[in-house]
């Protein structure tokens, strides 16, 4: 079936620092790739998308490439700020889950001042 | 349209006591999702309808579990018998067709069984 798989947290940096969050995904046919955001308390907040490979999602700063070649969807963003402490969700839906969503396991991160 | 609404936001029940969540969708979207999310983990798919028809229901899903969308606009999540595993997010999400562009989530209904 399909999975996602992420990177392990937490992730600590300090503020204006460069941000990579690892993604990869096993999954039949063209998913769409997500990335979600979840601030304490809250629920999920879709933060950018991918639908076909090579398409590029961004939001807020942050950026991630379908790379339908290593089938990893990694979130960047070049200089975090304290206000993006928060848990990342990766996410693909479709390919053979008849367009269910499938998450990995969050990577919380935590930025200081 | 403010978004997906869940009531309650928490519910605290004793064990063996039946509890009842609310989801009221985007109104425009005809699907609708229930997932399940515990500490320190990502949300894990329960059951999904499309308008009143519930169309997929996880192996998670036990017969304590059932979930209804009467005339396919808000849904309601029955967890008869509650027992402290149940303890967990509820989280509900709404799309229009497949959601290929993304899924919009709720704020979710934490339960504690004590």
Known sequence: ?113 | DTGVSQNPRHKITKRGQNVTFRCDPISEHNRLYWYRQTLGQGPEFLTYFQNEAQLEKSRLLSDRFSAERPKGSFSTLEIQRTEQGDSAMYLCASSLDRGRDGYTFGSGTRLTVV
């Not at chain 1, 096993?26 to 809250?42: H, I, K, M, N, R």
């Not at chain 1, 991918?50 to 790379?67: L, P």
């Open chain 1, 1 to 113: 079936g399909d999975s996602v798989t992420q990177m392990e947290g937490p992730v600590t940096l300090s503020e204006e620092a460069f941000l990579t969050i690892n993604c990869t995904y096993t999954a039949t046919g063209y998913p769409s790739l997500f990335w979600y955001v979840q601030y304490p308390g809250e629920g999920l907040q879709l933060l950018l998308k991918a639908t076909k490979a090579d398409d590029k999602g961004s939001n807020k700063g942050f950026e991630a490439t379908y790379r339908k070649e290593t089938t990893s969807f990694h979130l960047e963003k070049g200089s975090v700020q304290v206000s993006d402490s928060a848990v990342y969700f990766c996410a693909l839906s479709g390919g053979g889950s008849n367009y269910k969503l499938t998450f990995g396991k969050g990577t919380l991160l935590t930025v200081n001042p």
